[in-house]
């Protein structure tokens, strides 16, 4: 899907670090040995198709306010293809980022629309529920 316009990666890394990558043995909450310091793949062109294929929905989703862009909130928007969970992924270093009132508001939103919402930090998961309730989800 194309980037929304207006919006890119620019220097936002925070898929090539809060993601676990089955495909080259990635953990969650690493940050890829190819990227580099202060923004991009050093790998860009050969990157495996995985990192080719991935979007988060702040960056293909008017929906997704402007402001809740991943490099500054700390918290990557995506759907889960296995499970069709909305997840809201966090640094395993800052499990509680989905928890600052502009993210907060929009994963509320997303559950009060009937999606099955989910924050993630590393092996940790809440569920958050339509009534503003969180708990610890399996
Ligand atoms: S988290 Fe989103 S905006 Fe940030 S680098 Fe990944 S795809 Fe781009
Ligand atoms: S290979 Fe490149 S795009 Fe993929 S996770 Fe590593 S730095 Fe990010």
Known sequence: MPATPGRSCGSC?????????DEFDKPAGQLCGDC???????????RPEVCRDFECEWLTERDVAVVLNPHRTGVLFMIDADSDEYLAVCDPKKPHVWRQPLVFRHLLAKAKAGHVVVAKAGTFAWRVYP????????
Request: net charge positive; aromatic share 8%; hydrophobic share 30%.
């Open 13 to 21: 890394t925070l898929c090539c670090q809060v993601l676990e990558i």
């Open 36 to 46: 580099r310091l202060g923004g991009g793949c050093k790998i860009y062109k050969k």
């Open 131 to 138: 009534n503003g309730e969180s708990a610890p989800w399996a």
